[in-house]
């Protein structure tokens, strides 16, 4: 089994930035894929940023130049800044990552609890 933990969400004034954090722990022999996403109040989970385990990045336009991730594979952990706030990035951000537990295993995906971005204008 594998745990997200992340942390660093928060209250900031438009324009301010934030940085995320999500560490993951557990049976874990390699990560693959690590990303970002988020949810607001009614409306679905959507991609805020991804990052492969050779560290390409993939952005949606939303927050392409604002935002962005990097990893530290010898942490095992994912990072988010987030610079340029704006309101409509209020909601709750998931971390998630591809895991493979075993060297002869599959890959697994796993998510974080979420934590509370709330940007105030």
């Known amino acids: 089994q594998v745990q997200l933990v992340e942390s660093g969400g928060g209250l900031v004034q438009a324009g301010g930035s934030l940085r995320l954090s999500c560490a993951a722990s557990g049976r874990i022999f390699s990560i693959n894929a690590m990303g970002w996403y988020r949810q607001a109040p009614g409306r679905q989970r959507d991609l805020v940023a991804a990052?492969?385990?050779?560290?390409?990045?993939n952005y949606p336009d939303s927050v392409k130049g604002r935002f962005t991730i990097s990893r530290d594979n010898t942490k095992n952990t994912v990072y988010l800044q987030m610079n340029s706030l704006k309101p409509e990035d209020t909601a709750v951000y998931y971390c998630?990552?591809?895991?493979?537990?075993?060297?002869?295993?599959?890959?697994?995906?796993?998510w974080g609890q979420g934590t509370q971005v709330t940007v105030s204008s």
């Open positions: 990052i492969t385990s050779g560290g390409n990045t």
């Open positions: 998630n990552a591809v895991v493979q537990e075993t060297s002869w295993g599959i890959n697994y995906n796993y």
